[in-house]
């Protein structure tokens, strides 16, 4: 084994994450191995400002069908990149810097804003974000624990 997979923490397929600067304590994510950029859910997406202050306010919905505990995040926009989605489909999406808090280690990383609503998670985790100091296991889900259940239950099919 080397150096680096062994300082690695590894990690589930599925992980409750959260985004300390953007004060959402809890969104479950996916970890793909196969998507190499990262993705959230995010809706009323406005861009103000121009060239290297240019910048974007959108509201990011942690709970699938619910817009309880939705927050509002602004920020600068890193990048603009062209993303091929899992159904082939490429589409221009604004690029931010977003830190992560994963099985107790928070990273920053590079986030595509993009309409969830119809996948299974609000938050995909790829290849860039879990080259740092990540291993996923794909036959365990949830290895850093779940949201408390009362949280959970709350959010439920609403």
Not at 31 to 38: C, E, N, P, V
Not at 59 to 82: F, K, M, N, T, Y
């Amino acid at each position: 084994m080397t150096d680096k997979a062994q300082s690695s923490i590894v990690a589930g397929w599925r992980e409750w994450v959260s985004l300390p600067g953007a004060g959402v304590p809890w969104i479950k994510a996916k970890l793909d191995t196969g998507a190499r950029s990262s993705s959230v859910h995010a809706y009323d997406v406005t861009l103000t400002g121009e060239g290297a202050s240019e910048r974007v306010r959108f509201r990011l919905q942690p709970w699938q069908e619910s817009r309880e505990d939705a927050v509002v995040v602004e920020c600068p926009i890193h990048d603009r990149r062209h993303v091929r989605s899992s159904s082939g489909h490429v589409e221009e999406r604004i690029v931010v810097i977003m830190r992560i808090a994963l099985l107790g280690r928070e990273i920053e990383t590079e986030m595509t804003l993009s309409n969830r609503d119809e996948m299974g998670f609000r938050m995909l985790i790829g290849r860039q974000a879990l080259r740092q100091g990540f291993l996923v296991d794909p036959a365990k889900s949830f290895l850093g624990g779940r949201a408390p259940r009362e949280i959970r239950r709350r959010n439920r099919n609403r």
